[in-house]
């Protein structure tokens, strides 16, 4: 059975192949009929989001954007991981040149480190926005989005090592797959514990930071609100920009929409590389079983997940997608507007807030 990020079956731990063993073919048959499911839905759903989102594109705001290009990295991780590996799953063993399987390989770990950095760049933005916002207030509109830029440098250039170490080789006598050969016994444990640390650990470890700080930060806003409201609160400010903390009503959505997401992420990833880790440090590890692999299936089940979340947020889940395409200007700047107005309205808290003191 081929797995998502590396080949249990297909690597050889001391340089020499091992033999061509028969898989089990009830188990095959599960794993196909799951990624049909994940591969068709994932696509359906991406596609729909990103498409809308690319007709609006001149009018996105910066959250959106992060939206639009989280979308383009989990149709990575559909066309170019989930679907390679159900082909592969079909065919048994891999089909194609030398070529082709150091493509394949090179551009699932970069659907994965692109899935993965954009939600983190996400949550940094999130994290800017609300525990400086004088700072995100002043900065102009660039150009080209920074942050975004570099999430998909760090998937580009750390997925490059992936193109050394697969291979097409011959497994057995005329029978041919992609393969990676470590040197024993740490090659293997080595490349699975760092993939392990730089596309999950050190992702998962900044993002619950910047959560911590951004619900510490609103919780002390609150506080501060509670205790000092006086005459700078009863002045006429907007709904928006008068809500709890001097966060604004949309920003505290986005907020909350992202805490969804690095869940949704933990969730489906975690068992992924738990089993990973469990299949290469304990030899005796059951990596053939049906358990094992619905695990490591539950990590495709992400790029299912994020359009899912953000069309949940925008509150019209049973019908967005299939009015995504039919909405009206009017209807579209109506939605806009209030995301358009977090940095502006959190300024004008804030500034009432010190007014008050």
Known sequence: MALLLINISNISADGALSEDEPRDEHLAQVEIVLLSIIFITAGILNFGLLLVLWKRRKQLSRMRVFVFHLCVADLVVTFFQICPQLI????????????????VKYLQVVGMFASTYMIVVMTIDRYQAICKPMVTFQKRRARWNGPVCAAWCVSLIGSLPQVFIFSRVEVAPGVYDCWA??????????????????????????????????????????????????????????????????????????????VV???AYIICWAPFFTVQLWSVWDLEAPTQTATF??????????SCANPCIYLLFSGKLP?????????????????????????????????SLSVSR
């Open 181 to 258: 050969q470590f040197i024993k016994p740490w090659g293997l444990r080595a490349y699975v514990t760092w993939t392990t640390l730089v596309i999950f650990v050190v992702p998962v470890l900044t993002v619950v930071a910047c959560q911590v700080r951004i619900c510490r930060t609103v919780h002390l806003n609150f506080h501060t609100k509670t205790h000092n409201g006086g005459e700078a609160y009863s002045k006429p400010l907007s709904t928006r920009a008068s809500s709890v903390a001097g966060v604004s009503k949309a920003r505290a959505k986005t907020v909350k929409m992202t």
């Open 88 to 103: 592969w799953d079909i065919t048994d063993r891999f089909v194609g040149p030398d070529v082709l399987c150091r493509a």
């Open 319 to 351: 019908k967005r997608l299939v009015a995504l395409m039919c909405m009206s200007e009017p209807e579209l700047k109506d939605s806009i507007q209030e995301e358009t107005t977090m940095v502006s309205s959190l300024y004008i808290s804030l500034k």
């Open 293 to 302: 692999t619905i695990l490591m299936l539950l990590a495709s089940l992400n």
């Open 261 to 263: 997401i690095v869940l």
